[in-house]
């Protein structure tokens, strides 16, 4: 069975920096990817960034680019994101998710196509 455990979230102020782990286990697939989503409250779930299993190439949505790193540790099965210069709009829950490769594709922008998530890690930045 495939698990998903978050963590690393908590509270900061605006500019401060987090990093959130994913930890793995029960994967044994070739074509996997991990990405990190987010949900602010009363809004929509939306793709902060993304890390191939294969390649490494990596996917970070406009509003993180240059201020949040993915990173992953093949070694210990944890994907990491490291949050840097946070906003108060980055403010949400942050879930990990994976594609297995049973789906054709996954999209890091709206979370198709990934068939496993975990339970989230609240993170709130406050001005």
């Known amino acids: 069975e495939v698990q998903l455990v978050e963590s690393g979230g908590g509270s900061v102020q605006a500019g401060g920096s987090l990093r959130l782990s994913c930890a793995r286990s029960?994967?044994?697939?070739?074509?996997?990817?991990i990405g990190w989503f987010r949900q602010a409250p009363g809004k929509e779930r939306e793709g902060i960034s993304c890390i191939s299993g294969s390649d490494a190439s990596v996917y970070y949505a406009p509003s993180v680019k240059g201020r949040f790193t993915i990173s992953s540790d093949n070694a210990k099965n944890t994907v990491y994101l490291q949050m840097n210069s946070l906003k108060p709009e980055d403010t949400g829950v942050y879930y990990c998710?994976?594609?297995?490769?049973?789906?054709?594709?996954?999209?890091?922008?709206?979370?198709?196509?990934?068939?496993?998530w975990g339970k989230g890690t609240p993170v709130t930045v406050s001005s």
């Open positions: 029960g994967f044994t697939f070739d074509d996997y990817a």
């Open positions: 998710a994976a594609y297995d490769g049973s789906e054709s594709y996954y999209s890091c922008g709206t979370g198709y196509g990934m068939s496993h």
